[in-house]
Nanobody, 116 residues
Framework: QVQLVESGGGLVQAGGSLRLSCAAS????????MAWYRQAPGKQRELVVK???????NSADFVKGRFIISRDNAKDIMYLQMNALEPEDTAVYYC??????????WGKGTLVTVSA
């Protein structure tokens, strides 16, 4: 069973930065793609940014160049560097991985709170 464990969330002031990590229990190069999603209180879960095994990236409009996704295949960790955080970025951030066989894996999430 593949496990994804997020870390790095916390409380930060508006304009600050955080780096989230997603550690996988298996080699991440075996995934077709990995992504970060988020879910704010009372809202649906939404895609933040995705990276394919080939390195292609696509991000939501609200990212506006503030967030950078990366992956370290040697450590089996995916990162999300978040800069210029805004109160609207407050949410639980989830790690996602898609296998080539169509299986979707999720972590349990890490809470990011941005104060005004």
């Amino acid at each position: 069973q593949v496990q994804l464990v997020e870390s790095g969330g916390g409380l930060v002031q508006a304009g600050g930065s955080l780096r989230l990590s997603c550690a996988a229990s298996t080699a991440i190069f075996t995934f077709k793609a990995m992504a970060w999603y988020r879910q704010a209180p009372g809202k649906q879960r939404e895609l933040v940014v995705k990276i394919t095994n080939g390195g292609s990236r696509n991000s939501a409009d609200f990212v506006k160049g503030r967030f950078i996704i990366s992956r370290d295949n040697a450590k089996d960790i995916m990162y999300l560097q978040m800069n210029a955080l805004e109160p609207e970025d407050t949410a639980v951030y989830y790690c996602n991985a898609d296998s080539y066989s169509g299986v979707h894996y999720w972590g349990k999430g890490t809470l990011v709170t941005v104060s005004a």
